[in-house]
Structures are given as C-alpha cells and as structure tokens.
C-alpha cells in the first residue's frame, strides 16, 4: 500500500492496541504508552480515553493503568469463530497442557496476519487474553501455516513481502518441508535472544523500521528454516534445545487450516520430543476428524 494513502492517527491508534494485545495480562500507564510508541503524552491521553470509553481498553481507577478491554477479547473471539475448529482445538489442547505441564495454542492464518485463535495453560485452563494477538504472516515468520499445505502455498508465501531482511537457502527449506511433511510435525529450536525477538515481533510494523534498524533486527534473524529441527539432528544423544513442537489440522477440503503448538522451552532428549510430537499430532487428528476435516492427498500445488 502507498505510503501517501496510510492514516497516521489511525496508525497510532493500532500501534498502541497491537502493544497492549503482545503483552497480555500487563497493564501500562500513560506515560510509558507514550515513551515507548512515541506517541506525544496528550495524544497518547486521548487515545486511551477514547478506547477506554469504548470498551477496546480497561482502565483501572487507581493505578490508571490500561489493559486489554471486553470489546478486544469479543473480537478475539469473533477471531475464533472465523475458524471452525478453534473451539475443538481448545477442549483438546487442554489435556495436553496439562499431561506436559506447559501452554498449548492453536493458531491460524486470518486475512493477512497469524491469530491466535486460543492459548491454554499448563494447568489446563484458558487463557483468555491470549486469544487474538497477532502477528505479521510474512517471512521470516510463518512457514508452519503453510508447511503442511501444498507446494503453491509455500511459494506464495515465499514471495510475500518480508518483514525484515533474511537469507534463504532453498535447498535447505525443500529439506525441512519435506521432512516435516514425512514426520507429521515441526520440532523448533530457538534460542532465548529468538524467542524475545519473536515476542516482540507481535504486533510489530516491521514495515515502517528505518532500513538501518531493519538491517540490524534481521541480522538477529536466523536463515529460513534454520530453526527446524531435522532427522539426524533428533537422534544424536544428548538433549536439544526445543522451543516449541507444532503440528497441522486440516478442514474438509484437506487444506491446512491450523497450527497447534506445544511449547517446552527446554532441553529435552529426541525420544522424548519424539513423544511429545506424537501426542499433539493426535491432538491435532483428533480436532480434524472433530470439525469433519481430513488428511491431505499430498500435492506439489493447488
């Protein structure tokens, strides 16, 4: 889109509701709302004010702090219910989070961005205010929501826009898609300066980064793909590093429709994230065969 056409008042507006939705549970005062988006303090006021009356943001009477409002957990919500399966994937991702001790998720590609659709806790229980952050569906972020599809679509997401500069090793990326594929799930090893990237990447108009910073937020960035776990690496001895294991669900059209993901943020052994992986890819049948979906017949497009 033209930058001549962009609404910057409304820029700011969503700037600010993208920051309180990354953060969910965290309250911010005026002050720090207007340091950190920079967005001058009585403007940054009348913000608030205006999203507080609303219903967007909830404002509490003595700190005067904001925090995500009703009318933002609704949208979340109405987020879910944009996907059939969203529903089945919270009742089954429950058991899950609690046999593993950590949160579960299931998310999915909306328009032109990753929603989280629900987030469960380790004990179980749901994480409401999780449910509608959102994250820019564009390299280097997003290859699960199209790894389990057809070739097509990972081409198409390929030539997306990235959100910051990265490298691609196409030979390496055929190996992961392939390998996920075969295996059934996606096992990702991200170190903790990754993971903090990827949190604050949420919301994030990388977009609109001076080059420069660009530049060096991409330097951060691994290679495409080079997060993924392969084979031969889960069957050395030893533990490895593992942040998360996804798996896919699929609609009745046998297309992808959703990422369910089991965080560990550990050193496990490969037997154990063996397991693991096997136990969300039945969650994730089960949610499948719970909204009528079923498998694809492997194609190289569509």
Do not use: N
């Not at 920051?19 to 988006?37: D, M, Q």
């Not at 529903?87 to 429950?94: D, N």
């Not at 297309?255 to 969300?280: C, F, N, P, W």
């Amino acid at each position: 889109m033209s930058s001549s056409r962009r609404s910057p008042p409304t820029q700011r507006v969503v700037a600010l509701l993208d920051h309180v939705v990354a953060h969910p549970g965290a309250r911010f005062g005026l002050s720090e709302l207007s340091r950190t988006l920079q967005i001058s303090k009585p403007t940054c006021l009348g913000i608030v004010t205006t999203l507080t009356e609303t219903g967007w943001l909830d404002c509490d009477a003595e700190s005067r702090t904001y925090a995500v409002g009703p009318a933002l957990v609704s949208a979340g919500r109405l987020a879910r219910q944009a996907v059939p399966g969203a529903q089945a994937a919270e009742r089954q991702l429950a058991e899950l989070a609690t046999r593993y001790q950590q949160p579960c998720t299931a998310s999915a590609v909306v328009g032109s961005e990753i929603v989280v659709l629900t987030s469960v806790r380790a004990d179980g229980r749901i994480a409401a205010a999780m449910a509608g952050s959102r994250y820019p569906f564009a390299p280097p972020v997003g290859l699960m929501y199209v790894l389990w599809d057809s070739d097509a679509a990972v081409e198409r997401w390929l030539r997306i826009r990235p959100t910051l500069p990265m490298t691609l090793d196409h030979a390496h990326l055929r190996k992961v898609v392939a390998e996920c594929r075969a295996r059934g799930y996606l096992v990702e090893g991200l170190t903790e300066v990754g993971a903090r990237l990827h949190t604050l990447m949420a919301g994030v108009a990388a977009y609109d980064l001076p080059d420069e910073v660009r530049g060096l937020v991409g330097e951060m960035v691994s290679t495409l793909g080079e997060r993924v776990y392969l084979g031969a690496e889960l069957t050395a001895r030893g533990k490895h590093p593992t942040h998360l294991l996804a798996a896919p669900t699929y609609g009745s059209d046998g297309r992808q429709e959703m990422v369910l993901t089991l965080y560990v943020g550990d050193s496990i052994t490969g037997a154990e994230i063996t397991r693991r992986g096997k136990a969300l890819m039945a969650t994730a049948e089960a949610v499948t065969e719970e909204v009528g979906g079923m498998p694809p017949r492997r194609k190289v497009s569509a």
